[in-house]
């Protein structure tokens, strides 16, 4: 028996496997305060602790704690450091921190970081008229993306000795919102 062409089936077209992008959101407390180690991140899909770190593609949410260490070079998607860590500290020592954006509410960036995406610095009213509470940099950044002061301040130089650069790429684009600072 023959079979006939029918055409109202249609191909089905396979996909390539997809892996789904995560949050993870800084617990710390284990080995120094390390990025690198899973036990110091929540995953935010599962709940689970010590499910692995965030990654190029994920986002990494700190809302609590007082530090975190860099012992490697680490691309992450997006960085979130939230206004209720005023004086938490991610250090790079002599590592990178590469980023393709987020939002700075608070805490101080300390060593080298790299920005890749738009960067907002968002702060709360409360510091908008000093370095307390504002988003600090001490060390280096590289805008290869855009920095978007939205508002309050960044401190930067002015507020910290001298110790900050912050180096606009030609593909960089720095965006200040009427009222907002980089000292």
């Known amino acids: ?89 991610i250090s790079t020592h002599a590592n990178t921190l590469t980023i393709s954006g987020g939002r700075l509410e608070g805490g101080s960036l300390i060593g080298s970081f790299v920005n890749n995406g738009t960067l907002a610095i968002d702060v709360a009213a409360t510091a908008d008229t000093s370095s307390t509470g504002a988003p600090r940099l001490w060390g280096g950044l590289i805008n290869n993306g855009t920095l978007d002061l939205q508002r309050g301040t960044f401190a930067t130089s002015y507020y910290l000795s001298g110790v900050s650069t912050i180096t606009n790429s030609a593909s960089g684009t720095i965006q200040l919102a009427d009222g907002t600072r980089m000292n």
């Open 1 to 89: 028996r023959r079979r006939r062409f029918n055409p109202e089936i249609r191909c089905v077209e396979r996909f390539e496997q997809r892996e789904l992008l995560t949050a993870y959101s800084w617990v710390g407390g284990v080995s120094g305060n390390d990025w690198s180690v899973a036990a110091n991140w929540l995953n935010t899909e599962s709940g689970l602790t010590n499910s692995g770190v965030p990654g190029e593609d994920d986002t990494a949410i700190i809302s609590a704690g007082t530090s975190l260490n860099l012992t490697t070079h680490v691309n992450v998607g997006q960085l979130i450091l939230e206004d209720s860590v005023p004086d938490f500290q």
